[in-house]
């Protein structure tokens, strides 16, 4: 054997003359190849002033003094070039770009950049910092925090599924047992959903992909507006004395869900239940024939002791019609009536069709 078998460094053979010329050629490879560092990894063409000892890793279809070298490191040595085939696995440092580079058997891949990085996994299988990836969690990563940043605009972070049923979410954990989640998890719906142990999972918040409505499948509302309400409705004929304020009964329910109207013990009042604090009342009234000069329609508030605390006071306009509305604070026991006064100089009748109602609406 005339030369290694990793360098191809020549060996001195025995008695040969002119030892110093073998030893010489072993040392000038050495020197070139030993911590291999390049000046740069794309040139075609030989620089035109290169200093002894520059090396370059010689790019494709190269020409000149270079044809033929194609990937080979060039070092220009005592005045000439010389060429080194490298053998797979040999790194070396291109200055240029600040990269490690290694050889694997046909081409030049980079693997580091400036401190010996890594410049790119793409692909690779499994990367851990500063933990160990497995098979499910091929990204692991062990810190305080972890940065995505933007790059000159916007930056967006991308969760893909394979099929709308699959899931696309963001799990929380505590221990490794899941605490909340939310993403499209079963479904294209958006969901938010919490865990008390990691296997039972109960939903907070669906926002439906097609509508934007959101629902609260496992939050029962403190209070519905407008879910408590009643509506009476007068129809028997009924004559308002001149100069009177008179108090309309109501004979028929329209509508009642908790007992505000009571037409057999008092058709005059709306009475507040429990668990109710705010109202929305609404009254119409209208007679049959002109009324006189002062008339109006008239609302009241009172409370469980017979106290007037508010009122709401309109008068009959267009058709001898008048129509009161008004927002109350309430508490239980608290109550409600409707009057009319007019002075016409006679009695003037109220219509019996059922257009005069009052209705009230919870709102707190």
Same mark, same amino acid.
């Given at each position: 054997?005339?030369?290694? *078998?990793?360098?191809n @460094?020549?060996y001195?053979? *025995?008695?040969?003359?002119q030892?110093h010329?073998?030893?010489?050629?072993? @040392?000038?490879?050495?020197?070139?190849?030993?911590?291999?560092?390049?000046?740069?990894?794309?040139?075609?063409? *030989?620089?035109?002033?290169?200093?002894?000892?520059?090396?370059?890793?010689i790019g494709?279809?190269? #020409?000149a003094?270079?044809?033929?070298?194609?990937?080979?490191v060039?070092?220009?040595?005592?005045?000439a070039?010389?060429f +080194?085939?490298?053998?797979?696995?040999?790194?070396a440092?291109?200055e240029e770009?600040? =990269?490690?580079? /290694?050889?694997?058997?046909m081409?030049?891949?980079?693997?580091?950049?400036?401190?010996?990085?890594?410049?790119?996994?793409?692909?690779?299988?499994l990367?851990?910092?500063?933990?160990?990836?497995?098979?499910?969690?091929?990204?692991?990563?062990?810190?305080?925090?972890?940065?995505?940043?933007?790059?000159g605009?916007g930056?967006q972070?991308?969760?893909?599924?394979?099929?709308?049923g699959?899931? =696309?979410?963001?799990?929380?954990?505590?221990?490794?047992?899941?605490? =909340?989640?939310?993403?499209?998890?079963?479904?294209?719906?958006?969901?938010?959903?919490? #865990?008390?142990?990691?296997?039972?999972?109960?939903?907070?918040i669906?926002?439906?992909?097609?509508?934007?409505?959101? #629902?609260?499948?496992?939050?029962t509302?403190?209070?519905?507006?407008f879910?408590?309400?009643?509506k009476?409705?007068?129809t028997t004929?009924?004559?308002?004395p001149?100069?009177?304020?008179?108090?309309?009964?109501?004979?028929?329910e329209d509508?009642?869900?908790?007992?505000?109207?009571?037409?057999?013990?008092?058709?005059?009042?709306?009475?507040?239940?429990?668990?109710?604090?705010?109202v929305? @009342?609404?009254g119409?009234?209208q007679?049959?024939?002109?009324?006189?000069?002062t008339? +109006?329609?008239?609302?009241?508030?009172?409370? $469980?002791?017979?106290?007037?605390? =508010?009122?709401?006071?309109? *008068?009959?306009? /267009?058709?001898?019609?008048?129509?009161?509305?008004?927002?109350?604070?309430?508490?239980?026991?608290?109550y409600?009536?409707? $009057?009319?006064?007019?002075?016409s100089?006679?009695?003037?009748? @109220?219509h019996?069709?059922?257009r005069? +109602?009052?209705?009230?609406?919870?709102?707190?």
């Open positions: 054997m005339d030369s290694s *078998p990793n360098l @460094l020549p001195i053979a *025995p008695a040969q003359a030892k010329v073998t030893h010489n050629e072993a @040392l000038r490879a050495l020197d070139a190849l030993v911590h291999l560092s390049v000046l740069r990894d794309d040139l075609t063409t *030989p620089p035109s002033t290169p200093a002894d000892g520059d090396r370059y890793i494709s279809s190269a #020409s003094a270079w044809a033929g070298q194609d990937g080979k060039g070092a220009y040595q005592d005045g070039w010389a +080194y085939q490298p053998a797979t696995g040999w790194r440092w291109v770009s600040s =990269a490690l580079v /290694v050889w694997d058997g081409q030049w891949s980079s693997v580091g950049t400036g401190g010996g990085g890594p410049a790119s996994v793409n692909p690779t299988p990367v851990g910092v500063n933990a160990t990836a497995d098979t499910t969690n091929r990204l692991s990563v062990a810190s305080p925090a972890a940065l995505l940043n933007h790059e605009n930056h972070l991308k969760i893909n599924k394979n099929a709308a699959d899931t =696309a979410s963001l799990l929380y954990q505590t221990g490794f047992s899941g605490r =909340a989640e939310f993403g499209t998890t079963g479904d294209d719906d958006f969901h938010v959903k919490v #865990s008390p142990d990691g296997s039972t999972f109960h939903e907070a669906v926002v439906d992909k097609d509508t934007g409505a959101v #629902s609260l499948p496992n939050t509302p403190a209070f519905t507006p879910a408590s309400r009643a009476g409705i007068q004929a009924t004559a308002i001149t100069a009177t304020t008179t108090v309309i009964d109501f004979d028929t509508f009642d869900t908790d007992g505000y109207l009571d037409i057999g013990t008092d058709s005059e009042r709306f009475t507040i239940p429990a668990g109710v604090s705010s929305l @009342l609404h119409y009234l007679v049959t024939s002109a009324v006189g000069t008339n +109006y329609i008239l609302v009241e508030h009172f409370n $469980s002791s017979d106290v007037r605390q =508010a009122f709401t006071l309109l *008068p009959l306009i /267009v058709n001898y019609a008048g129509f009161a509305t008004g927002l109350f604070a309430v508490s239980q026991g608290d409600f009536t409707m $009057s009319l006064y007019q002075n100089g006679s009695d003037a009748d @109220l019996t069709d059922g005069n +109602y009052m209705s009230i609406s919870a709102v707190a």
